[in-house]
């Protein structure tokens, strides 16, 4: 067997370390599911886990989605995952304690979000990013980001989410060149309370936020920023296609207008837009 796909089963318990046996899988998907009435939770137990991602070395993708692994210590399990991962994530799962950062260095690793686990902690690290990470995302977290360093360091980025983050530092004004990510298309830096009033910004305007070129959706919503305008630096439009949004994320709605105002209690606030 390569490919487990457990979704929507109603099963309750403890995922059994049976499923550790399954040294050939390639994909492993398990998810609870949400219902009206209560949330239906699977355990997912430290050994358990351990044990997984010693024995799984083919695994390319794993993806956990609201299962009970409060009990799970993310660097006593995770330090020796296998490196042809592609795919890691661990979404809404109670995950607790310091995510290790040898996690962000797999040669393999394509896409890793670990949303909504909200006593996650950690750091990003400070050298030989992985080259392959496309799509990172971190919300609902408390991973310190240095969001500077990050735009100079994961060139390779095509879709960043950090809304609801914890940034090193104060929180900074908004005025970062956003090009050095030159592969991005979907950014999303909502619901962090980034403050300041940012000038109106145009071509000859030394304060501006600079976009990628292929930039085609950027959430700033539910921060509390004034007069907030986006410049492109070129003319020339992208022809790429807009990005399809991830299953799990559900928050990138792309408008047909470059930018979309909302008054709330006399701050404007940018919407979730989708850039021309």
Known sequence: MTYLLLLGTNFTGKVPVELSHLSKLVVFFVSSIDTDIKLVELKLEQYVFKRMLQNLTNLKELILFKLDMVDVE????????????????????????????????????????????????????????????????????????????????????????????????????????????????????????????????????????LVPLNLTVLSLSANSMEKLRVFRPSLQHSSRPSPTPSAFSGRFFPLEQSTNWRDTNSVLQFEYARIP
């Open 74 to 209: 993310p660097i006593g399990s995770l330090m020796n995952i296998s490196s042809s991962l592609e795919q890691l994530y661990i979404l809404s799962c109670q995950l607790r304690g310091n995510f290790p950062e040898n996690i962000f260095r797999l040669p393999n690793l394509r896409e890793l979000n670990l949303d909504y686990n909200f006593d996650l902690v950690g750091s990003l690290p400070t050298f030989n990013w992985s080259s392959s990470l496309t799509q990172l995302s971190l919300s609902g977290t408390k991973i310190s980001i240095d969001l500077q360093y990050l735009m100079k360091s994961a060139k390779s980025l095509e879709i960043l989410s950090l809304s609801n983050c914890s940034f090193q530092g104060s929180y900074p004004q908004l005025t970062i060149n956003l090009t050095q990510l030159s592969q991005l298309t979907i950014l999303d830096l909502s619901d962090n309370s980034f403050v300041g009033q940012l000038p109106e910004i145009d071509s000859t305007n030394s304060s501006q936020i």
